[in-house]
């Protein structure tokens, strides 16, 4: 019988090298990554520190972005920030993004040990259950990037979409307790609006101004692209 796992923290459990994962930062790295995979003809890769970054778009050359943010905004030098609404409002082909955050990318490096793994958030919710579901794996992990070492609500309820999404789909499976956990407050809650909005992530964006992001993020199975992880960081978009 398969196992279906949630990490409420990125190093709360270790990865299963024979098993596959999806990482998650709904508000908003993994909504960014989701976001940028519409773009035609675009490559992303994903960077642990903005050294790193700066070093990768370098190397790339005149046609590399570099993307991301340190306390919810761009660090100097960075042309854009990590809003997903900007990055769906802007024209971007056959540009290369180099993406590095605070919390999303550091769960990305310590869960890279994985068979697969892959990017969800609400706005593939569905999408990327369905292909957890396709692995032929006795193991599947929902990843909370959480936010700066602490569980982030915004993280575990979106986990337990995706939870919600599985579950449905194979009522066989086994759910170990924090899976178990993050249906419940998926449960809790009216609708994802109220679940993100109240959430300590959404309000480090209100200071910032970018709550604007906060309903875009909030926005459930509006798209079938799956972001994974690669060798050296690069992203591999599915369309399920």
């Not at 972005?65 to 919810?72: Q, T, V």
């Not at 994985?114 to 569905?126: E, F």
């Not at 109240?198 to 509006?222: M, N, P, T």
Request: hydrophobic share 40%.
């Amino acid at each position: 019988m398969r196992l279906l796992r949630v990490a409420l923290l990125p190093t709360s459990i270790r990865p299963d090298p024979k098993g596959v994962c999806a990482i998650v930062d709904v508000i908003r790295a993994s909504t960014t990554l989701t976001t940028i995979a519409t773009i035609p003809h675009s490559r992303t890769f994903i960077a642990s520190n903005i050294q790193t970054a700066r070093a990768a778009a370098e190397a790339i050359g005149p046609q590399a972005i570099l993307a991301g943010e340190r306390g919810g905004i761009a660090p100097d030098g960075f042309s854009y920030g990590n809003s997903p609404l900007e990055f769906a409002s802007k024209d971007l082909t056959d540009r290369t993004i180099v993406l590095s955050t605070t919390n999303g990318t550091y769960a990305i490096e310590q869960w890279a040990g994985s068979q697969r793994t892959y990017i969800g958030c609400l706005r593939n919710a569905g999408a990327v259950a369905g292909r957890l579901l396709r692995e032929p794996t006795g193991c599947l992990t929902v990843v909370c990037a959480g936010r700066d070492g602490h569980l982030a609500i915004d993280d575990v309820y979106t986990a337990g979409a995706i939870v919600s999404h599985i579950t449905r789909a194979d009522a066989d499976l086994t759910l170990d307790e924090a899976a178990l956990t993050a249906l419940h407050v998926w449960q809790a809650y009216e609708d994802s609006e109220q679940a993100l909005s109240s959430s300590e992530s959404a309000q480090l964006l209100k200071a910032v101004g970018h709550f604007d992001d906060v309903a875009f993020c909030a926005e459930e199975d509006v798209s079938v692209m799956v972001p994974e992880v690669g060798p050296g960081g690069h992203i591999h978009v599915w369309s399920d």
